[in-house]
T-cell receptor
Framework: AQKVTQAQTEISVVEKEDVTLDCVYETRDTTYYLFWYKQPPSGELVFLIRRNSFDEQNEISGRYSWNFQKSTSSFNFTITASQVVDSAVYFCALKGSAFGQNFVFGPGTRLSVLP | GAGVSQSPRYKVAKRGQDVALRCDPISGHVSLFWYQQALGQGPEFLTYFQNEAQLDKSGLPSDRFFAERPEGSVSTLKIQRTQQEDSAVYLC?????????????FGPGTRLTVL
């Protein structure tokens, strides 16, 4: 079975603070893919990043960075110098290598960035 | 428009009624997904189409749920004899190719409320 856990239900930070959203996953597959999506109040999920299981390099994109550690089955997401526009629900998702298209999403973390 | 569109955006149904939810994917996208998102939860996979073929319907919760994509473009998710537990946001996503590494683009969702 595959599972994604996002232990932080809600986080509030003040603008310009750094914030890290945690994601822990479970899978028996040796090849798998991890994703982060942002869901603003409008409701549409916006793709942020995809990583595959054999690429553990961390990635930085502007104020966003991702830390993938297979040893702890974690794929954490950090926003540096947060802004009010970062307020949204963030989802971590997993797709294993088994046949089928069943993407497993975590329960999400609601981030509120206060001015 | 250039994105995935869904209609209606909101639907209220009395328990026992049948409903039909429509998804217009991005033009030319091969893959189409349906997800169910309960309040405060992450999306849960329902079904997947590659062109007109429904290749994965492992997430459909019961035989009251039926999806089709007869011409490989627009898709309809039908729920028969709606129950209160069917109340959720139904998200549609499309992907340009069949490969997992390609990005899913989500629509704004249809919020279904069953009274």
């Amino acid at each position: 079975a595959q599972k994604v856990t996002q232990a932080q239900t809600e986080i509030s930070v003040v603008e310009k603070e750094d914030v890290t959203l945690d994601c822990v996953y479970e899978t028996r597959d040796t090849t798998y893919y991890l994703f982060w999506y942002k869901q603003p109040p409008s409701g549409e999920l916006v793709f942020l990043i995809r990583r595959n299981s054999f690429d553990e390099q961390n990635e930085i994109s502007g104020r966003y960075s991702w830390n993938f550690q297979k040893s702890t089955s974690s794929f954490n997401f950090t926003i540096t110098a947060s802004q009010v526009v970062d307020s949204a629900v963030y989802f971590c998702a997993l797709k294993g290598s088994a046949f089928g298209q069943n993407f497993v999403f975590g329960p999400g973390t609601r981030l509120s960035v206060l001015p | 428009g250039a994105g995935v569109s869904q209609s209606p955006r909101y639907k209220v149904a009395k328990r026992g009624q049948d409903v039909a939810l429509r998804c217009d994917p991005i033009s030319g996208h091969v893959s189409l997904f349906w997800y169910q998102q309960a309040l405060g939860q992450g999306p849960e996979f329902l079904t997947y189409f590659q062109n007109e073929a429904q290749l994965d319907k492992s997430g459909l919760p019961s035989d009251r749920f039926f999806a089709e994509r007869p011409e490989g473009s627009v898709s309809t998710l039908k729920i028969q004899r709606t129950q209160q537990e069917d109340s959720a946001v139904y998200l549609c996503a499309s992907r340009r190719q069949a490969e997992i590494v390609d990005t899913q683009y989500f629509g704004p969702g249809t919020r279904l409320t069953v009274l």
